[in-house]
């Protein structure tokens, strides 16, 4: 009685934690307005699932010593120019083509529930 006593308690102890957010990255380092534009996509994704919402993401790069996050679609034709940990985006232009070349460390933030990941994304 007692072996099967332990699994259950285990089990029910699982069960009953409160789940983080759907993150693939820590909590604490993805910047509020960031976490604030995923709960708004979520939103959408529940409200709406077919929307092409639900085939996106948010990679985080390292450039000059600085977080950047992107967010990719591949169902649409518009792109997110990359934004700092402090919310400033880097509008595209010489400076954009510089972290282009030169990001590296991508790492996920968040995955919507059909995001698949397609070849040619450094």
């Known amino acids: 009685m007692k072996r099967l006593l332990i699994p259950i308690v285990l ?12 993150y693939l ?22 409200d709406s699932p077919q929307l092409m919402n639900a085939y996106g993401a948010w990679i985080r790069y ?3 010593n600085t977080n950047y996050f992107e967010y990719i679609n591949f169902l649409s034709s518009s792109s997110v120019a990359p934004v700092s940990e402090s919310g400033d985006t880097l509008y595209y ?18 995955k919507a529930p059909m995001y698949k990941e397609y070849g040619g994304i450094k």
């Not at 089990?11 to 759907?22: D, G, R, V």
């Not at 400076?95 to 991508?106: A, G, I, M, R, S």
Request: charged fraction near 30%.
């Open 93 to 110: 232009g010489a400076t954009n083509l510089n972290y282009n070349n030169e990001k590296c460390c991508k790492e996920y933030v968040w």
């Open 25 to 46: 990255i820590p909590a604490n380092e993805i910047p509020e307005w960031l976490k604030t534009k995923i709960s708004q996509d979520e939103q959408i994704i529940k």
């Open 11 to 22: 089990l029910i102890a699982f069960l009953s934690c409160e789940k983080e957010k759907n």
């Open 62 to 64: 390292r450039w000059q």
